[in-house]
């Protein structure tokens, strides 16, 4: 009795392999397009104009980036997985309205990978790959991703964060991969980082992989196949314990007298700056005259030794 072993014909393999290439070139162009349209839609963008919020996470990145910071005491706790993503930017350049523009781009690129990683989780929940295609295209326009793209907000970054957390989720349960467990459990500790919505994203992950454990079992001939499960929670602690060094440095920096308190008007020296942005943002509020805002004037200006000059924006009242 002799067997046969068929091998694929080469014209089907050429042919699998052509699809998929020009699948990653549809995927490339329609993320262009994603950022293209956010870029042209915050072409006038030259400053922050979500304050308190987007002023909080850019004194963040600047101080994370050796610069000056400021006093926030009183205010919102802005965390600082984002602003990490920032200092780039704060090392490339000393210009306000250059590194908000840059803030744009970075906020835009992010925005607009919500469409590849959109695909990806669709064609993981089984549908088709052209129906997939459409439809996180379309998704990727909605108004929440087009809005936040273009803001220096940690909402620029969470929906592509948690669309790849949800895909690495995925393949944690459906395949046991042992890298998609370690992406899963960084990606919900990073996002925990980013942002108080994170907790519940990192708290679903460890439910996630408990119960994966358990139904796996832990007899020996099983220990293998937990493997995955270990390293999503090796992979959440350590990156958990990073952002909670980092929020913890920039509360000590940023926050030296507490967080938020009763009266948030009264108890906030570094809302306003001393110079206003270009007239196509909205007018800051007035300053208000304080001896805590003085000293804070004179505290953030950038180090005469590193740059050519005082920094010309953000530079609290």
């Not at 990683?117 to 295209?137: H, N, V």
């Amino acid at each position: 009795m002799t067997t046969t072993f068929m091998a694929p014909a080469p014209a089907r393999v050429a042919g699998r392999r052509e699809g998929r290439s020009r699948l990653w070139w549809v995927l490339a162009a329609g993320w262009v397009a994603h950022v293209g349209l956010r870029l042209w839609l915050y072409r006038y963008h030259t400053g922050p104009v979500a304050n308190p919020d987007e002023t909080g996470y850019l004194l963040a990145a600047r101080w994370l980036a050796g610069g000056p910071g400021g006093d926030l005491t009183g205010s919102t706790f802005y965390q600082g997985a984002y602003p990490v993503l920032l200092v780039p930017i704060f090392w490339l350049t000393s210009d306000p309205v250059l590194a908000y523009r840059l803030v744009v781009v970075v906020g835009s690129t992010a925005a607009a990978t919500a469409y590849p990683l959109g695909y990806l989780l669709l064609r993981r929940m089984g549908l088709g790959g052209r129906a997939a295609l459409i439809s996180a295209f379309v998704a990727g326009l909605s108004p929440a991703l087009l809005v936040f793209s273009g803001l220096a907000l940690t909402d620029a970054i969470l929906p592509a964060l948690v669309l790849a957390w949800l895909v690495a989720v995925h393949d944690l349960v459906a395949y046991g991969s042992v890298r998609a467990g370690a992406a899963a459990g960084a990606l919900s500790a990073f996002a925990m980082a980013a942002h108080l919505r994170g907790t519940v994203v990192l708290a679903v992950c460890v439910l996630i992989t408990v119960v994966v454990s358990f139904r796996r079992g832990l007899a020996p001939s099983r220990r293998k196949a937990l493997m995955p499960a270990v390293a999503a929670l090796v992979s959440a602690g350590v990156v958990a314990a990073a952002g909670k060094a980092l929020n913890g440095a920039l509360a000590a920096a940023l926050y030296p007298g507490g967080g938020p308190r009763r009266s948030r008007t009264a108890s906030w020296p570094a809302r306003c700056c001393s110079r206003p942005w270009p007239s196509r943002t909205p007018p800051r509020p007035p300053c208000r005259t304080s001896t805590a805002s003085a000293t804070t004037s004179t505290a953030v200006t950038w180090p005469a030794s590193r740059w050519p000059g005082p920094w010309p924006g953000w530079s609290c009242c």
